[in-house]
């Protein structure tokens, strides 16, 4: 397993732990969201899955269909799945790009989800700005358009799904 589990012990550990994975996260704001450290907390906690490598190479966070979260894209997805994993957000840093890092991140993910007995998962992509290096990745890990939205006159989003098991 490459990804570590991020949790509230990890988090009340190692205080440059939070505050590197917010970074990491907050330098790619545009292709996932800012978060502040209270909102990052929330969604650790409230996460099905919250993975992440050393030296905050990358981050994974993800959520069931029980969750507490609100983000319009969850609540996309959980009007009309029954179950299923939620991709948030996935960030790689800029200098580990290129080492497979989302790939195995997503991998373990597979793994996770289909132990707890899910078999869908599912994850949005901005098409306005647009995001190509994502859309490539996503369409190569087995994801297809479930549908789309237009969530401000500056951002738009594809749902995609993928079949687990």
Same mark, same amino acid.
């Given at each position: 397993?490459?990804?570590?589990?991020?949790?509230?012990?990890?988090?009340?550990? %190692?205080?440059?732990? &939070?505050?590197?994975? *917010? @970074?990491?996260?907050?330098?790619?704001? !545009?292709?996932?969201?800012? =978060? +502040?450290?209270?909102?990052?907390?929330?969604?650790?906690?409230?996460?099905?899955?919250?993975?992440?490598?050393?030296?905050?190479?990358?981050?994974?966070?993800?959520?069931?269909?029980?969750?507490?979260?609100?983000?319009?894209?969850?609540?996309?997805?959980?009007?009309?799945?029954?179950?299923?994993?939620?991709?948030?957000?996935?960030?790689? %840093?800029?200098?580990? &790009?290129?080492?497979? *890092? @989302?790939?195995?991140?997503?991998?373990? !993910?597979?793994?996770?989800? =289909? +132990?707890?007995?899910?078999?869908?998962?599912?994850?949005?992509?901005?098409?306005?700005?647009?995001?190509?290096?994502?859309?490539?990745?996503?369409?190569?890990?087995?994801?297809?358009?479930?549908?789309?939205?237009?969530?401000?006159?500056?951002?738009?989003?594809?749902?995609?799904?993928?079949?687990?098991?």
């Amino acid at each position: 397993m490459i990804g570590l589990r991020l949790d509230r012990a990890a988090l009340d550990n %190692d205080h440059g732990l &939070r505050e590197g994975l *917010l @970074a990491l996260n907050n330098r790619s704001a !545009l292709e996932t969201s800012w =978060l +502040e450290p209270a909102r990052f907390d929330h969604m650790v906690m409230s996460a099905f899955a919250a993975l992440y490598v050393p030296e905050t190479q990358a981050l994974l966070l993800t959520f069931d269909q029980r969750a507490d979260y609100d983000s319009p894209n969850f609540l996309w997805f959980r009007d009309r799945f029954e179950r299923f994993v939620y991709v948030d957000r996935i960030v790689v %840093d800029a200098a580990a &790009r290129g080492l497979g *890092l @989302a790939r195995k991140l997503y991998e373990q !993910l597979f793994d996770l989800a =289909l +132990e707890a007995g899910h078999d869908l998962l599912a994850c949005e992509v901005n098409s306005q700005p647009p995001n190509p290096g994502s859309d490539a990745f996503h369409a190569a890990m087995g994801f297809v358009e479930a549908g789309s939205a237009a969530l401000t006159p500056e951002k738009t989003v594809r749902y995609l799904t993928r079949p687990l098991g």
